[in-house]
DNA sequence: CCTAGATGTAAACAGTTGCTGACTTAACCC
DNA sequence: GGGTTAAGTCAGCAACTGTTTACATCTAGG
């Protein structure tokens, strides 16, 4: 069985640029970024060290790629006008859907900070604009400043858990898949955010 | 104004280990394991260099000393046997208390990791045990799972906040004091603990 | 075919990292 | 007070970091 791809050209720039990103990607959410070596990504993409600095500029520049990438991505599964009912689902699938394992949480490289100031202000500003559409979910009114503490808790806690689950192996929080999350995430959220 | 300290003695082994201690933990919890640099911490504490090798044997030693250091602070403030009613308060205290600002919280060196597994098996204990307590608290029977995935969501939660508190500059959140952050703590453990 | 530009490779650079050894200096005891 | 030991200093090493430079090789267009 030979590949279906039409043009299995052995020179693709767009090609290894995306295999840099994705395991940049990786690494990045798996180490962080100071732990993380320019070498060791080449490595993982099978591709040449030298490529990063062409492709990227510098490591900053690629940690900054897979951020403005995972904004995109993130922002096509999780829409901006999303009910707050749909929130825990939203979550629990970001956080066990299927396609993690190849794709890593997401959430994690939001919590990974480069030291970077402009990597830095786009990671805040996805945040905040997270909790801000959590806040407005969760039906805040301008100037309501409770309710969008409650939603940045609320961000905190889903991070929160990307975070544990990756980092730490505990049990049965790193293994629990979609459905299990889904309850507890109900009442969570619920409890923090819903009118009384 | 001269100093009260009785002794003001130039050389104190014991002394210059906590300053070490004590600059070690700040740096590890702001920045975490890997983009801290063992200059940094030396210089932050105002000692010389070599004084970490001799008294923690490597980087590593002090990063383990800093953690254990942190299980018993955190075992002396939030005892055991808490009742889930008063979780919500030691939680707001550890994250925003009259202590944080010198003592930068704890809890943020929890999520740091070094990559040393004997340092990770320490983070990993600390972090079931809590845990543990969580669910136990919460009325926890032997072998209820889901109970204690609740329990580590909860943690969590308290973690994720501590974090983004800490990295990102997120408003109202980042500088919410204990009094603000403990309503809604209230309704997040309640809703994900409580019996029903 | 054959050349020009795109793509990939290799080696080395300068700076930084954690760590070590030989050294100096202060504190304590008889 | 002299001498012994603990406490602190200094300079440097070997390994690793991100990055660059000069070079090789492939691919497309004329």
Redesign the interface.
């Known amino acids: 069985m030979t590949t279906r791809t039409p043009a299995p050209r052995r020179r693709d720039a767009a090609g290894t640029r995306q295999l840099l990103l994705d395991a940049a990607r990786r690494r990045f959410a798996a180490?962080?970024?100071?732990?993380t070596t320019v070498r060791e990504i080449a490595d993982e993409a099978g591709v040449n060290v030298a490529l990063i600095n062409r492709y990227f500029t510098s490591k900053e520049g690629l940690f900054e790629a897979c951020l403005t990438g995972a904004v995109d991505e993130l922002g096509r599964t999780v829409a901006a006008d999303v009910t707050l009912a749909e929130v825990p689902h939203a979550i629990a699938r970001q956080l066990a859907g299927p396609h993690v394992g190849q794709h890593p949480s997401l959430l994690v490289l939001l919590?990974r900070?480069s030291?970077d100031e402009r990597a830095d202000e786009i990671?805040?500003g996805i945040?905040?604009s997270f909790?801000e559409s959590l806040a407005t979910a969760a039906g805040r009114r301008p100037g309501d400043?409770k309710l969008?503490?409650?939603a940045?808790?609320a961000?905190?806690?889903?991070?929160?858990?990307a975070?544990?689950r990756s980092?730490?192996?505990?049990e049965?929080?790193a293994s629990?898949g979609e459905q299990?999350?889904l309850e507890?995430?109900q009442?969570?959220?619920?409890?923090?955010l819903a009118r009384r």
């Not at 961000?155 to 858990?161: H, V």
């Not at 009442?187 to 923090?192: E, K």
């Open positions: 180490d962080g970024y100071a732990a919590l900070s030291g990671r805040r945040l905040r909790a400043d969008l503490l409650r940045q808790i961000l905190s806690a889903a991070l929160g858990i975070l544990l980092t730490a192996t505990m049965p929080l629990a299990e999350l507890p995430l009442d969570l959220i619920s409890g923090l």
